[in-house]
């Protein structure tokens, strides 16, 4: 008799595992938050909110046990906590029970010279602030900040994708900030679109003399995501997100 051929099983792709981020709103237009273990780009005009996102992202970790470090290469942690005074977020507490780690990174000129450019002090200090409290959350704040000096985007493309597979090896759910450029990209470098899994843009524009904040989800590798320009609002207990198509 002829052998019936096997039926083959359709290729099924594993859907991208996810980090709750615990901000409002947020994990609904994601179906379930950041890509985990994986790097999210979160990029805006000053003022937009990144940082903010960052540090919420952190404060709601120690809900879901997860640790998390925040490496600033711009303000000092005095500065950080003087940004969120208005706001109901217990970060110093959180600090001091050892559930966030605030590091602010000093480059010298000398480190961010393209000739001699090397990320292995700052990932040395990343490692040793990350073990020390066994973090499963890091933010990077800001990007442009520790490739300022970088030109060539051949170095640059080398330096960041080692960067994220660090991360990834390191198995943390990380955001890196960065602002937009010209000619519509999304960093002053334009090479974050073929590297991040993930990428966030925020917005704050005015009309008619009110500040309208969006949220956008731009591009989530390996998984559906809403596509609109969601409302935000920041209020005293951080950012919450509205899941609706139009306001």
């Known amino acids: 008799m002829p052998k019936t051929p096997k039926k083959t099983e359709p290729l099924t792709q594993k859907p991208t595992p996810k980090c709750l981020t615990g901000i409002k709103g947020f994990d609904l237009i994601t179906e379930g938050g ?42 000092t942690e005095e500065e950080i906590y003087n940004d969120l005074a208005s706001l109901n977020l217990d970060l110093r507490g959180l600090v001091s029970q050892k559930k966030i780690l605030l590091e602010h990174v000093i480059l010298e000129r000398k480190d961010i ?24 959350r890091v933010v990077l704040d800001s990007i442009e900040s520790l490739f300022a000096g970088i030109t060539d985007t051949g170095v640059l493309r080398i330096e960041l994708k080692r960067l994220f597979r660090w991360l990834k090896e390191k198995q943390v759910t990380a955001i890196i900030t960065g602002e937009p450029g010209p000619g519509g990209s999304l960093t002053r470098h334009g090479l974050e679109q073929y ?45 919450s997100v509205i899941p609706i198509t139009s306001a």
């Open 34 to 75: 950041l890509p985990k273990n994986r790097t999210t780009l979160i990029s805006g005009g000053a003022g937009t909110g990144k940082t903010l996102f960052g540090i919420d992202f952190l404060i709601k970790g120690a809900d879901y046990k997860e640790p998390g470090v925040f490496l600033s290469f711009e303000e």
């Open 195 to 239: 590297i991040t899994d993930c990428i966030i843009f925020l917005d704050n524009r005015v009309s008619e003399q009110m500040s309208i904040r969006r949220i956008r989800v731009i591009k989530y590798r390996g998984s559906n995501h809403g596509t609109n320009e969601y409302p935000f609002v920041i209020d005293k207990s951080g950012l």
């Open 113 to 136: 010279q393209e000739s001699d450019f090397n990320l292995e002090g700052i990932l040395i200090r990343l490692e040793h602030a990350i073990d020390s409290i066994g973090a499963k």
